[in-house]
């Protein structure tokens, strides 16, 4: 077993500590609105173009342009934030979404070729603002190797998991109850709106590249030319080493989550009670909440990738039972449970990216994170409606249940790529 060594921050919680340095409840609470649809965009596009065609496949398929634009672009707005800063990155990021949205929703609405709504679909998943990441970043650029970016860490992952409990019932409610279109547009204001105060809040923005390399040519006795760009570090190409195995593992675990979205959606309506199906992906995002609150208010010794293997493996043990449940009520219980690893997992990944990114690089290493799973969100999606098209959610679930047996097994065979050495294999444990 783990070990833990439980130790009181000076304010009686680690969450409390880092939420009083200056600026960080400002920007911690904008990136959790900016970042809404990261839970209600995917299953908007579903339910939008599911009522317009009446086929989960095409819905599948549009949803999954969107997450294939999305993991193309979120990288690089990622590098041009670390180079230019975010604020001049965000804003105009945010206008492009917010237009390719609507085009999107007019698509739908005129029942617009299939190539109109994937293209305009894309446009907005390349446009969406990679709010998680740059968060992520401002924490690091915050508190640097202090324990507490474990807290800070956990504390966002935290946050994305209310998220997946307000979201898909918001967006389900939406959709389901009121119009179509009102669940994406509703994800798109609240991405708007969370990215502009986001980007407003200069206090806490890190140091572009160029600053970067000034700041390194001043502490060596300028023997840098100012203004000049930082040196490539690792691998050329990959940001961090520990990529070239957690971006696979975060791709399965993206196919995975689609086919438990489309798979819910389909077995709620399966049995009468289709808006019931936001709140069911809620539970599950409701466990995995609770779950992150427990980890990361403890300082862990065992090692970050042996933490990361093991959580993995206990997440996708049980979504090898959803097939089974013969209710909502029983799976909606299950569910909860199952949840409960999914945020300690996603937290251990993006530390163990954190610790090995260079810094004019950090942004740019946690955003393939996002993108990796926003690809496998879109074959997920493609692959699962086709699969719920055919044979129910249980065909659904099944193929959920693969995706997460191919991601240990990825994450098992490429374990050696994710040690850190000496010291910092523990960058959440007391120097």
Do not use: N
């Not at 919680?13 to 209600?40: D, K, N, T, Y």
């Amino acid at each position: 077993m783990t070990q833990v060594e439980e130790r009181g921050p000076r304010h009686g919680s680690p969450f409390i500590e880092v939420l009083a340095r200056p600026g960080a409840l400002q920007f911690s609470a904008a990136g959790f609105v900016g970042r809404m649809p990261m839970s209600m965009f995917g299953l908007g596009t579903v339910l939008l173009i599911a009522s317009v065609t009446g086929q989960y496949g095409l819905a599948g398929i549009v949803a999954g342009a969107g997450s294939v634009g999305y993991a193309v672009g979120a990288p690089q707005a990622a590098r041009l934030a670390d180079r230019f800063g975010q604020r001049r990155v965000l804003r105009p990021q945010a206008v492009f979404f917010a237009v390719s949205t609507l085009a999107l929703i007019g698509c739908a609405q005129w029942r617009a070729p299939l190539a109109a709504l994937i293209v305009t679909g894309a446009l907005a998943g390349a446009s969406m603002p990679s709010v998680g990441s740059m968060v992520r970043a401002r924490w690091s650029a915050l508190l640097g190797d202090s324990p507490l970016l474990h807290a800070a860490y956990s504390l966002e992952s935290v946050a994305d998991e209310v998220i997946f409990v307000i979201g898909p019932a918001v967006v389900t409610l939406l959709a389901t109850e009121v119009y179509p279109a009102a669940g994406v547009a509703v994800a798109m204001v609240a991405c708007v709106t969370g990215t502009l105060l986001f980007a407003a809040q200069r206090r806490t923005e890190p140091p572009a590249r160029a600053a970067l390399a000034r700041a390194a040519a001043a502490r060596k006795g300028g023997g840098a030319a100012a203004g000049a760009g930082p040196r490539p570090s690792g691998r050329a190409g990959v940001p961090a080493p520990g990529l070239v195995t957690l971006a696979p593992v975060y791709f399965c675990l993206g196919a995975m989550f689609a086919a438990i979205e489309l798979s819910t959606v389909d077995f709620a309506q399966e049995h009468g009670h289709k808006p019931l199906a936001g709140f069911i992906l809620g539970a599950y995002a409701l466990g995995s909440a609770v779950g992150g609150l427990w980890y990361g208010a403890r300082h862990w010794r065992a090692p970050l990738h042996r933490r990361f293997a093991i959580t993995l493996t206990l997440m996708t043990a049980g979504t090898a039972t959803f097939w089974a449940m013969p209710g909502l009520v029983p799976l909606a219980v299950v569910i909860v449970f199952c949840g409960l690893a999914i945020a300690p997992t996603l937290i251990t990944g993006f530390s163990l990216v954190q610790a090995q990114a260079p810094e004019s690089r950090r942004t740019e290493a946690l955003a393939w994170l996002s993108s990796a799973v926003s690809v496998g969100v879109a074959a997920g999606s493609a692959a699962a409606g086709q699969v719920v098209d055919a044979g129910g959610a249980r065909g659904g679930y099944v193929l959920a249940a693969c995706c997460g047996a191919a991601a240990v097994t990825v994450c098992l065979t490429g374990l050696r790529r994710l040690r850190l050495p000496g010291p910092a294999e523990w960058p959440d444990a007391e120097e």
